[in-house]
């Protein structure tokens, strides 16, 4: 397992922008599948994007795509998540996942084992 942190939280208006990351400890990052899930208050944790190993590969929730971008440095051990176009119903808490696998085989949150302790993304209207 990996360890991970995340940052970048924080409260923007409609339509604004922000930039999550998340640092994974570890020296084999570049074998995780990384992902990023949300949870809104009383909710299920939902899948937001997902992106393999080398990087070649992404994967969005449908209403995530266009506006989010997920990325990352395997030099810098780190996941990116670029929000735009932000929305009120994009409030929760984001939480940054890693598999250690070659390929996405699932999105959902057991197909993860390694978690950060999560980042509170607020948008207000």
């Known amino acids: 397992q990996v360890q991970l942190v995340e940052s970048g939280g924080g409260l923007v208006q409609a339509g604004g922008s922000l930039r999550l990351s998340c640092v994974a400890s570890?020296?084999?990052?570049?074998?995780?599948?990384m992902a990023w899930f949300r949870q809104a208050p009383g909710k299920e944790r939902d899948f937001v994007a997902a992106?393999?190993?080398?990087?070649?590969?992404?994967y969005y929730a449908a209403s995530m795509k266009g506006r989010f971008t997920i990325s990352r440095d395997n030099v810098k051990n780190t996941v990116y998540l670029q929000m735009n176009s932000l929305k009120p119903e994009d409030t929760a808490v984001y939480y940054c996942?890693?598999?250690?696998?070659?390929?996405?085989?699932?999105?959902?949150?057991?197909?993860?084992?390694?978690w950060g302790q999560g980042t509170q993304v607020t948008v207000s209207s």
């Open positions: 992106i393999t190993g080398s990087g070649g590969n992404t």
């Open positions: 996942a890693a598999r250690n696998a070659p390929v996405v085989a699932g999105v959902g949150p057991r197909d993860f084992g390694s």
């Open positions: 570890g020296r084999i990052f570049s074998r995780y599948v």
